[in-house]
């Protein structure tokens, strides 16, 4: 493609936009952390560095020791996002301009004119009255300090915001009481137990601050030592987890990390950190932060896992696309967010559809 086919920036980023907000790609955050990581690096210049390795590595997270040649991860996902990408140019996106997509043999991604552009509007005669236009707000998006009865717009959207106070947490007791019984496919969220196989203090010591990292995310019911016990029915089994920690002497020292799906045989993913990536305090605050992010944010494995098994409660599925939204602020991101809670406010009881503590987040799940 010669320069002068090629799109300009800003339009290959508003053709990316709907694409990632269409219904096609809504399900699919792993495809849609895909695409846009391999938009993104083209449009930098570094179409060069996209390589199976690269790929694997910063979207999905793999170790260092990736090998692309034996592991088809990177293959396999590459060909869903392409039948994805047909789809939604078959349906959806019908009426683009330009086409994304990412060719057999290749990562990089390449973009081909599907039609002319709308004819643009004549420009404004007054600049005033262009200026005005280029500041008005979209009338979807609600405007927060227009009226009073616009505060009422956002508070559901409000009430899944992480509050920056690391003293806040969710109330055991009143999570117990969200995931309880038939509520649980409604309100239900996971729950992860940390298991430390055999006496090693760097193990202990890991899944201690790997615990704590989890519960900085408020994505989890309970973050528990293995053996810990809770009320009878306040956690719910199909969103039972389990991370083990072990340190290994041999090929090379250091710990192994696996999380399962309690029930599930195989497990769901495993990590190895190399001793010399734990030497210090700061390294092993860093290693825990990293993968506690890549195993229990909103993007994180066990809700991707939780979605593509269909076991995604609808608080779940609130809570990410209450998140999408707050990224993209986009009509459509906005409206699948606030369907979502709508779904969900007919169901609460007496008590708040989030009850907050300011206990601390180690004496909540002590229990």
């Known amino acids: 493609m010669t320069p002068a086919e090629r799109p300009r920036d800003e339009a290959i980023r508003s053709a990316l936009g709907r694409i990632l907000d269409s219904k096609s790609f809504q399900r699919s955050e792993r495809l849609r952390a895909f695409l846009t990581y391999v938009v993104e690096k083209e449009i930098a210049g570094e179409a060069g560095q996209l390589k199976g390795y690269s790929i694997a590595v910063d979207v999905f997270g793999r170790s260092q020791a990736f090998d692309a040649d034996s592991d088809p991860l990177v293959r396999v996902h590459a060909g869903k996002l392409r ?43 007054a600049t005033g009255a262009r200026d005005r236009l280029s500041r008005r707000r979209p009338a979807w998006q609600p405007s927060p300090f227009s009226s009073p009865w616009a505060v009422l717009t956002v508070l559901p959207l409000l009430l899944f915001t992480p509050l920056p106070s690391p003293k806040i947490a969710l109330d055991f007791g009143a999570e117990a009481k969200l995931v309880n019984g038939p509520m649980a496919a409604v309100r239900g969220l996971p729950s992860v137990s940390f298991v430390v196989d055999g006496e090693h203090g760097t193990a202990e010591h890991f899944a201690t601050l790997l615990r704590a990292a989890a519960l900085r995310h408020r994505t989890l019911a309970a973050a528990d030592v293995a053996g810990a016990s809770h009320p009878a029915g306040s956690l719910n089994p199909a969103l039972a987890f389990s991370v083990k920690v072990a340190w290994h002497d041999s090929p090379e020292p250091g710990l192994r990390v696996t999380l399962s799906h309690n029930g599930e045989r195989v497990p769901l993913r495993q990590d190895f950190i190399g001793a010399q990536q734990l030497a210090n305090e700061s390294d092993l605050l860093y290693q825990t932060t990293s993968l506690a992010a890549q195993l229990f944010a909103l993007d994180g494995e066990i809700y991707a896992h939780a979605a593509t098994e269909g076991l995604q409660s609808t608080l779940m599925r609130c809570m990410v696309t209450t998140a999408r939204y707050k990224k993209l602020l986009t009509r459509g991101a906005f409206q699948e967010a606030w ?29």
């Open 83 to 125: 039948k994805l990408l047909k789809g939604f140019y078959d349906a959806e996106g019908a009426g683009e301009v330009w086409q994304i997509s990412i060719p057999k043999g290749t990562y990089v991604p390449e973009y081909r004119r599907l039609r002319e552009p709308a004819a643009e509007l004549p420009d404004e005669p």
């Open 339 to 367: 369907t979502c809670q709508q779904e969900l406010a007919p169901l609460k009881g007496d008590e708040p559809l989030f009850i907050l503590s300011s206990k601390k987040s180690n004496e909540l799940f002590s229990h």
